[in-house]
Structure formats: structure tokens, C-alpha cells
């Protein structure tokens, strides 16, 4: 098991033991075709958070999470003060993707602009019409420092 998986799964142990994940965590393999879709749901989030066009990021987030805040002017301004990293990342490195009991996480690595390095944990929900939104973000320090 390679460090990053390390610290992915003792995040989601974590993330079980705090409840946002059913704490009988089971991981399973998720599609190619999924993988690829989360990841480019996630990277164009991402992307929109870089142009500071809170619209396109918002349209991302799951319904649960729009319903939450209700405008993409609070999201944003939400995501600026609460996870600047997620928001202005200096690097991003995405780890495989899991199935922990029906919930599709998503792992990525983001360094900020000091070079601290993050994990950020993405939760997933398939929408009706079969794409994916970002249904939450648990971001954590990761050890060490990029230079």
C-alpha cells in the first residue's frame, strides 16, 4: 500500500468515525467510465474556482449543498474563507476514487501557494440524469511540504 492510499484510508476512517460516512467503510473498485467522470466533474469545479466564475462552480455542487447556500455569490464566498486551498490550489494530484458503502469519495492531493501539502476527500452523489455533483469536501493537512 503506497503512502498516499495510506493516508486516503486512514482519512476515511475518520471521516466514518465523524459520521459522514456509514462507519462499516467497505471500499470498492469504481468503473473507468466513473473515474474518469468524477474527476472531471471535480477538475472542472476546480477550474471555475481559478476563473472566479462561482456560477459554473456552484453548478457543480450537489442540489443538497445549492439548497445550503442558496446562491453562488455565498458558495463562493463560502469556499474563498473556509478551504482556500480547494479554492487557489499551487498543485492537484487525484488519487483512485472509491465506493465506501454507496457513497463515491474521491481523494486529491492539492498543495497551497506556501507548499503544504493537503487531502482533500470529495463525497459524490449520481445525479438522476446519471452525471455526478459534489455532494461535500473534507479537506486535512497532509504531511510534508512541496519545494
Known amino acids: 500500500m503506497t503512502r498516499a492510499h495510506r493516508v486516503l484510508a486512514g482519512l476515511l476512517f475518520a471521516v466514518c468515525g465523524l459520521g459522514?460516512?456509514?462507519?462499516a467503510a467497505h471500499a470498492e473498485r469504481v468503473s473507468a467510465a466513473d473515474t474518469q467522470a468524477v474527476r472531471a466533474v471535480v477538475e472542472?469545479?476546480?477550474?471555475?474556482?481559478?476563473a472566479d466564475d462561482g456560477k459554473r462552480a456552484f453548478s457543480y455542487a450537489a442540489p443538497s449543498i445549492r439548497e445550503m447556500f442558496g446562491?453562488?455569490?455565498r458558495f463562493m464566498a463560502m469556499v474563498r474563507g473556509s478551504y482556500p486551498v480547494v479554492y487557489r490550489p499551487a498543485a492537484v494530484i487525484f488519487l483512485n476514487p472509491e465506493w465506501v458503502q454507496g457513497q463515491?469519495?474521491?481523494?486529491v492531493h492539492l498543495t497551497d501557494s506556501s507548499g503544504a501539502l493537503w487531502l482533500a476527500i470529495y463525497q459524490l452523489e449520481r445525479q438522476p440524469d446519471q452525471s455526478w455533483r459534489i455532494s461535500g469536501c473534507n479537506v486535512q493537512p497532509s504531511a510534508g511540504k512541496m519545494t
Open 20 to 23: 459522514l460516512l456509514p462507519a
Open 44 to 50: 472542472a469545479q476546480l477550474a471555475a474556482f481559478a
Open 104 to 107: 463515491l469519495v474521491q481523494g
Open 71 to 73: 446562491s453562488p455569490d
